[in-house]
C-alpha cells in the first residue's frame, strides 16, 4: 500500500512539473490584471508583485484557448513577446518554461538557466493538446523595430519599459487580426522616456492602467498560507534604495524624486572608520578605475571585498587616488602602484582589476584606457604585458547608475550581530567620503568619477551587478 501511494504521489508530482499552469495560484492584483479585456492594458507597478508571472501566465493559456478569466479567440494564435534585451527577459522567459505544458510543446524547445529560452530565434512552439499550431516568439528592444517589421500578431507582451518607436511598430502588427496588447513594467531611473505611455493610462479611453502597490496583501496568492513578501520585508527593501527612485520601485510612480544625495543610507559616523588590513585576510582586492583627462577624471579606488559571492558581502573602501589635473597614463599608473604601496601590497596582491572604457581628449590627443595603464605598469614593475592581469570593462546598461547605487545603498545599510556597519570606509578615501554624502544623479556632478571607480570595483566583486535582496519567486 506504501509503495503503491507513493508511486501516486510520484505520478502526480510529476503531473505537476508537466503542467505548472493548472496547479498556478494568483494574488488579487494578477487576478485583476489578467481578467482584463482590453484590447491594451499596462501594469506599472512596484517591483516583487508578480507581473511577470501573471504575463507568462495570460499568454499561455491566450495560447492553449483555455483562459480561466476571460474569453480569447481560439488557438492557433501567433503571440510576440517582447523585452529590453535577452538577458533583462530571462525571467519571465523562466516563468513561462515553469508554467509552460511540456509535453504539449515541440520536443526541441527548451530552457537553459540564465539563457533564457532556446532557440534560434528563441520561440516555444506548441506541438499538441488544445494550443496546438499557437506560437510564442521573443524579440529586444535592441534589435530595434525592425524585428517586428512584417509580422501579422494575435498578441504582444511588453516586458519592462518599452519605447514609443517599438510600441509604434507593434501595433500596426495587431491591427489585422484586431489583437490585444499587455504590458508589464517598473518605473527606473534611466529608462526611455515613458511620457507617451503615461498620457495613454491616464487618458479615459486609452490603455487600462493597473497600480497596486507593494504590500503584503498583494503578494499573497490564493491558498497560501503567507505572504511572500511581509512587511518588514518591504521596509527593509524600500529603506536600500535610494530616495529618487524609492517610490517608483516600491510603488509603481512614474516619475524618480529629484533630491539631494542618492546614497540615503551613507552615515559618515557610521560608515567611516580607519581600516585594519588584517581583519580582511580573506576579503579579495579590487582596483577599480575611471578613465578621463580632466581635472579629477582619472581615479581609482582599491576596495577589499568579503564574502562577494553571498548575500551578505563586507566591504571596505580602503584607498583612493585622484587626479588633480592634467595626466598621462603614465603619471596614472604611478599613482595606482604607490596606493598599493601606501598598504604594503604589491601588484600580485590585487586579485581584480576593472576598468571604464576608454576616452581621450581632443584637445591634448592623449588616451586612456585600461590597455595603456596596464602597459605602463608592466614598464614600470619590469614585467611584460602578459604578466599583467587583464582588465574587465563595467557592465553599463540603460539603469545601471542607478542599479549600481542601490547596491552601494544597501551596503552602507547593513550592520553585523554588534550593530557595526559592515560596509566601511576608510578616511583617508576623502573624496569617495565626500562624493557618497553629495553625489545627487547628476552625471556631469564633480564626484562621480571617483564613486564610480569604487562602484566598479564593488560589483566586479560581487556576483552580478546588484545584491539580490529579495527573492524572485514570481
Sequence with gaps: MIRGAASLV?????????????????TGPQREFVSSDAREAAWVDANQLGKSFALAFDVLHRCRGTHPYIRVRNPPIKCLVIGYSIEQMEPLMERLWTLAPKGELHPKCGYDPGRGITGKPPRLIFNSG???????LFATYKQ?????????????VMDEPPPESIYEEVVPRLLRKQGTMRIGMTPVPGMPDVTWLREKCEAADGTEYFNFGLKPENCWPDGYPAPWLTQEDIDEFAASLPERSRAMRTRGVWDQLVSGAWLSSFDRTKNVRAVRLGDWRNARLVVGLDHGT????????LVAVDGGHTERPRVAYLDETVSEGYTTPEHDAVAILEMLGRWRLQYDNVDLWIGDVATGSKKYQVRKSNTHVRNEMARQLGKSSRQIKPFAEPVKYASSLSDGMHLLNTLFERVDEMGEATTIV??????????????DGNKRHQLKDVLDAGRYATECAITGPVVPILSARY
Design 10 to 26: 510520484q505520478q502526480s508530482l510529476a503531473a505537476r512539473d508537466e503542467d505548472d499552469l493548472r496547479y498556478a495560484s494568483l
Design 130 to 136: 488544445p494550443g496546438r499550431g499557437s506560437r510564442i
Design 144 to 156: 530595434g523595430a525592425g524585428r517586428v517589421a512584417g509580422s501579422t500578431l494575435d498578441h504582444a
Design 294 to 301: 580632466a581635472d579629477g577624471k582619472q581615479c581609482a579606488m
Design 426 to 439: 576608510d578616511p583617508r578615501c576623502e573624496t569617495f567620503i565626500a562624493a557618497c554624502e553629495q553625489f
